[in-house]
Structures are given as structure tokens and as C-alpha cells.
């Protein structure tokens, strides 16, 4: 199988995404000739930046899909042994200015969550990155019934920043998607809106699928498998 390279047709991604699973991190690492560091420490990304790499994705930070040409987000999971997520999952930052007219349908997060491909792998802390086999890929869109509820929690939390209550934004609102401070530190600093309509400096926040929300998504793909 040629890695890193481009995918014409969703069945040749998943093809691709179904070959590379079984192995290690290290194993995929090597045939990149990509440098495995010794831990996540300084290095978060770097899972989903090799698999990436070896799927041939090209979006990277943009706001498009990892595969836009067939309208495919791509997204790694860390799993634990039992095939559980051991952490949320980001999907975009929230627009906390011009956010007025933004609607579900027009929306980044509907955008990036309509197709994709998810790749989980393990995670556990006890076991050496580079000894980290990949699992077999999920090609996944949201039922009727998940895209409700999507809609629902982003209405609930975009209302609230089109207000101007940043300050009544915690992580325990949303059922299946949340809101959380995503910057580098606490004085990466963005522009927002207060409650008086007055621009002032907030934390950049970010729409998180919640651990229920990708663990059902994982556990229907297993039982439709057995």
C-alpha cells in the first residue's frame, strides 16, 4: 500500500485507513520517515499529524474538511484497551465575533462533522508511543437523531456567546458537545463580545464532542461488525 498519498474515491480512503490499521505508530512512523517523540508532553498532536500524513490529508489547521475534495473530516481517537475514548474530541474554534446570522446549517461544526473518518488508536499512558497500534477505521455520518442533538447543544452554547455571556460558559453545559477554553495558555487572548455589545479579550473557545457522544459512535460500529 502507497501511504501518503491522494485518495480520489472515499472507498480507496477507507481502504487505505483499513490497511494502515493493526499496525504500531512506529511501524507507520518508519515507513514515513517521520521522528516518534518520546511522549505527548510537548508533542499532542503529532498521533493525529502521522496519521494524517499517512492518509495523504492536506487541510491541516484550515477550516476545511482534512479531505475536502470528498468532504471527509478525518479525526484519531485515543481508545483505552476496552475501545473506550480516554478524552474529548476538538472540532472547531467558535466564532466568539461576526457571528450574528450564523446558523446550524452554516455552521463549521455541522461542516466537519457531516463525514468522518475516524481512526482510533491506543492510548493508554502505560504503553510506549511508538507500541501503539491503530484500530480499525470508522466511516461515520450522524444519524437523524445524533444531528438533533449536535443542533441542539450548538444553538443552546452559540446563544449564549452571541449575548455576550462568556462568563456563563462552563464545560458542563451540552450533552453531547461542549465549550472549552482552547489556546496555547491563559494569555492567548482573541476578540469577543460582551453582554452591553462592547468588544473586550476572552479565552478562544472550542466546540468538543463529549466522551458519551464518541463512545456510541465507536460501540454502534463494533456491535454492526459482530
Keep these: 500500500m502507497q501511504l501518503a498519498t491522494f485518495s480520489t474515491t472515499e472507498q480507496e480512503l477507507l481502504q487505505k485507513a483499513q ?42 489547521s484550515k477550516p476545511e474538511q482534512d479531505f475536502a475534495h470528498l468532504g471527509i473530516e478525518l479525526k484519531t481517537i485515543p481508545v483505552n484497551a476496552k475501545g473506550m475514548p480516554l478524552e474529548t474530541t476538538f472540532v472547531s474554534l467558535a466564532p466568539l465575533t461576526q457571528n450574528s446570522g450564523i446558523t446550524w446549517q452554516t455552521s463549521h461544526v455541522k461542516h466537519k462533522l457531516q463525514r468522518v473518518l475516524w481512526v482510533p488508536v491506543e492510548g493508554e499512558r502505560a504503553i510506549p508511543l511508538a507500541q501503539r497500534h491503530i484500530g480499525m477505521p470508522i ?27 462568556l462568563n456563563e460558559i462552563n464545560a458542563t453545559l451540552g450533552e453531547v458537545l461542549q465549550l472549552r477554553p482552547k489556546g496555547k495558555n491563559r494569555q492567548a487572548l482573541t476578540n469577543a463580545i460582551n453582554q452591553k455589545g462592547e468588544p473586550i479579550q476572552s479565552l478562544p473557545l472550542g466546540f468538543y464532542l463529549r466522551k458519551n457522544f464518541t463512545s456510541e459512535i465507536l460501540q454502534n460500529f463494533l456491535y454492526s461488525t459482530l
Excluded at 455520518?141 to 449536535?150: A, C, I, N, R, V
Design 19 to 60: 490497511w494502515i490499521a493493526g499496525f504500531t505508530l512506529g511501524e507507520i512512523a518508519q515507513q514515513l520517515n517521520m521522528p516518534v517523540p518520546a511522549d505527548l508532553t510537548r508533542d499532542k498532536g503529532w498521533v493525529g499529524i502521522l496519521i494524517e500524513t499517512a492518509l495523504g490529508a492536506k487541510a491541516g
Design 139 to 165: 466511516l461515520w455520518s450522524p444519524s437523524p437523531t445524533q444531528d438533533q442533538q449536535l443542533q441542539r447543544d450548538w444553538e443552546e452554547l452559540m446563544e449564549l456567546i452571541v449575548l455576550g455571556r
